[in-house]
C-alpha cells in the first residue's frame, strides 16, 4: 500500500520512523493480558495520519479498527516520539542563520473558538479564530524555521519582536511584506503622501521583493500541506506549540528524504 497522499512521507521514511522509535520505547512490558490493538508500525502509521489529514479521532478509529480512546492513547504516546527522532533534522539555529538571505511571514494556524481566548485569537484579516507563527524561510523556499504562537490578533511586526526574531536575526538581511513595517525588514513600499498610484521605480522595487518573497509562501504552503495547521486545530490551545514544533521536524525529515523538492 503506498502511504504518500495521506501520511505525506513514502514507506522507506516511514520505516526509518519506526526503528528509532521502537529503540526509544524498549522491549514491551506487556508479558500477559491482551495484545495491543494496534502494533508500533500501525501506530506510527495512524499518527502521521492524523497530523496530515487532521481527521476526526472517531473517523481515523473506523479506518483502523479501532475504538477512539485507542486513537487518542496512541497520537498522545507516538506524536512526541516522532517529534523526537525527527529532531536532528531541523537545522540547528542561529547556524542555520548564517550568512542568509531570510524571508519571514506569519501564518494563521486556524484553531476552533475557545471562550476564554475568543478575543485574544479572533484575526480580524482572515476573519476567524486561530493563532499566528512566524515562518522562516530561505531564498530557495527551503524551510529554515518556525517560531512558537502568539495570540490570532497580534500583528506581524509586533510578532517578530515577541518571538525573537527581532534578536536572532539582527546578523540577517530580511525581507518581509508590508506587515513588518517598523522592523529593519525589507519590504514593499506603500504609496508615496498625495500620489494614488506608485511611481514607476516604486513599481519596480515592489515586483522585485513580490518575487522574492514568493519563496517563503511556498514554504507556508507546504508546511500547511500538514492539514492540523490548516483546517483547524481542535485539541487543547497548550498543546499546539508542541503539535507545531513536531510538524516542523516532520516537515524538515520530509524536505529531507524529497529529492524532488
Known amino acids: 500500500m503506498r502511504y504518500q497522499s495521506t501520511t505525506g512521507l513514502d514507506h522507506d521514511q516511514i520505516q526509518e520512523l519506526v526503528a528509532p522509535i521502537h529503540q526509544v520505547l524498549g522491549p514491551s512490558h506487556r508479558p500477559t493480558g491482551r495484545p495491543a490493538a494496534l502494533g508500533l508500525y500501525r501506530s506510527v502509521l495512524l499518527t502521521l495520519v492524523l497530523l496530515r489529514q487532521n481527521l476526526a479521532q472517531t473517523v481515523a478509529a473506523d479506518w483502523f479498527g479501532v475504538s477512539q480512546p485507542t486513537v487518542s492513547r496512541v497520537f498522545r504516546r507516538i506524536a512526541p516520539l516522532l517529534g523526537q527522532v525527527t529532531c536532528p533534522h531541523t537545522p540547528p539555529l542561529p547556524e542555520a542563520l548564517r550568512g542568509r538571505v531570510v524571508l519571514v511571514d506569519g501564518a494563521l494556524i486556524p484553531t476552533h473558538e ?31 524555521a518556525v517560531t512558537g504562537p502568539v495570540e490570532g490578533r497580534t500583528h506581524d511586526s509586533r510578532a517578530y519582536t515577541l518571538t525573537g526574531l527581532n534578536l536572532l536575526l539582527t546578523d540577517n538581511q530580511v525581507v518581509a511584506d508590508l506587515g513588518y513595517q ?32 514568493a519563496a517563503v509562501e511556498h514554504a507556508i504552503a507546504h508546511l500547511k500541506d500538514w492539514k492540523i495547521l490548516a483546517t483547524g486545530y481542535r485539541a487543547r490551545l497548550s498543546e499546539l506549540p508542541t503539535v507545531i514544533r513536531i510538524v516542523t521536524s516532520l516537515e524538515h525529515y520530509r524536505l529531507a528524504g524529497d529529492t524532488s523538492e
Open 114 to 144: 475557545h471562550a476564554s481566548h475568543r478575543k485574544a485569537n479572533y484575526n480580524s484579516k482572515h476573519r476567524r479564530p486561530g493563532v499566528t507563527a512566524q515562518v522562516l524561510a530561505a531564498l530557495d523556499g527551503t524551510l529554515l
Open 182 to 213: 517598523g522592523t529593519p525588514a525589507i519590504r514593499p513600499r506603500r504609496k508615496r503622501p498625495g500620489h494614488k498610484t506608485h511611481t514607476p521605480a516604486d513599481k519596480i522595487w515592489n515586483t522585485s521583493v513580490s518575487a522574492i518573497r
